[in-house]
């Protein structure tokens, strides 16, 4: 039973459409059909600090992702947008470099 105003708050915000744990499984998503897939259907949280560094990597099943700055100065990215058939050049390039 909820017994007080952030309790029914709370629950109002858990059942929102737009809260990134109901997302997959909204009635418009494709994603509704899945079953609980860690950082697809189960969104992840990166904490980064000064000089933190996030990989190059594909997408994890070729998905978008979206970020969300919440507090401090904006990132930094470097240009990632990489055709697929370029994977092996800078594959190579990175293991001559380093």
Known sequence: ????????????????AWNICNLPRHEGSALRYEE???????????????MS???WHVGDHHLYTADYLHYGAPKVTAPHCLPGFR????LVLVLVLV
């Open 1 to 16: 039973q909820l017994s007080t105003a952030r309790d029914k708050e709370g629950l109002k915000y858990a059942k929102n």
């Open 36 to 50: 609980a897939v860690s950082g697809i259907t189960v969104p992840w949280m990166f904490v980064g600090m000064t």
């Open 53 to 55: 560094a996030f990989c």
């Open 87 to 90: 994977a092996v050049l800078v």
